[in-house]
C-alpha cells in the first residue's frame, strides 16, 4: 500500500498517521492514541510483530554504549520495555530514567516495575522529549525505542538528546524505518493496513488508534534522512543497522 496523498506540510500543520493537523493539535492526538492503548500495549506488541519486537529490543540494549554505574535516560520509555533490559548493564550503581510525555504509559510502566520488584534505581518523570528537563551532560546514554516517530519535532527532540548527553555518551534510536526488500513490500503493507487495525478492534477494541501507528510508520523519516537528521542536530560517528530487512533499524550516534 502507498502512502496517501496529503497537502505539503506547512510552518503551521504537521502529519498525524496520513492527516494533515494543525502542529498545536498533534501531541494532544498522540496522547488520546497511546492512552487508549496503555493497558493493552504489550499485548498488541507480541501479537502485531510476531514476539520478534522482543529481540530487537534486547539487540538494541545489548549492543548499547553502556557500563556499570552508568546514567540512563530512557525515552518514550512507555512499559519500561527497555528500561528493564538496561537495568542489569547499570548494576546497582547506575540509574535509569524512564521517561514518556504520556501519563498513562508512564504509570503502566512503574506499575509493571512495581509487581516484579524491580524499584531501586529507576526514576520516572513525564516529559516532553522537545525539552528535556534537566542540564547539559547529564547522561552516559540516551535511548529512545518506537517513540521518535511520534514526535512533532522530532528535530529538537534530537538536539535535547543531544544536549543532555556528556561527551564521549552516545544516543541510540531504535525505531520502525523502510523495507528495503521489494519482494517483502506487499506482504508488510497487508499486515500493516489490515491485519494490524483488525487485531486492534478485536483485542484492544480500538482500531483507529492501530490504523494511526501503521500511518506514522509510513510517514517516518527512512533510514538515511535519520541519519542526516543526526548528524544535523550535532551527532558524530552517526550510522544505523537495518533489522528484519529495514522493518525497523537502529540509528546510533554519539557526543563528542
Known sequence: MNEQPSKPET?????FGFR???VGDKQ????????????????MNDLMS????RVWKRYFV????????????DLAGGTGDIALLLRDRVGETGSIVLGDINGE?????????????????????QMNAEKLPFPDASFDLVTIAF?????????????EMQRVLKVGGQARVLEFSEVKADWFKPLYDFHSFKVMPALGRVFANDRDSYQYLAESIRKHPPQETLK?????????????????????????????
Open 147 to 159: 517513540g521518535l516517530r511520534n514526535v512533532t519535532d522530532k528535530d529538537a527532540a534530537l538536539r
Open 105 to 125: 504509559m508512564l504509570r503502566v510502566g512503574r506499575d509493571r516495575m512495581t509487581d516484579m520488584g524491580k524499584v531501586a534505581g529507576f526514576e520516572y518523570v
Open 28 to 43: 494532544k492526538l498522540v496522547g488520546e492514541v497511546f492512552s487508549s492503548v496503555a493497558g493493552k500495549y504489550d499485548l
Open 62 to 73: 545489548a549492543t548499547a554504549q553502556v557500563r556499570r554505574g552508568d546514567r540512563v535516560l
Open 228 to 256: 542526516a537528521m543526526m548528524e544535523a542536530a550535532g551527532f558524530a560517528r552517526c550510522g544505523y543497522r537495518n533489522l528484519s530487512a529495514g522493518i525497523c533499524a537502529i540509528h546510533t550516534g554519539y557526543k563528542v
Open 50 to 53: 510476531f514476539g520478534i519486537h
Open 11 to 15: 510552518s503551521d500543520t504537521t502529519h
Open 20 to 22: 494533515d493537523v494543525p
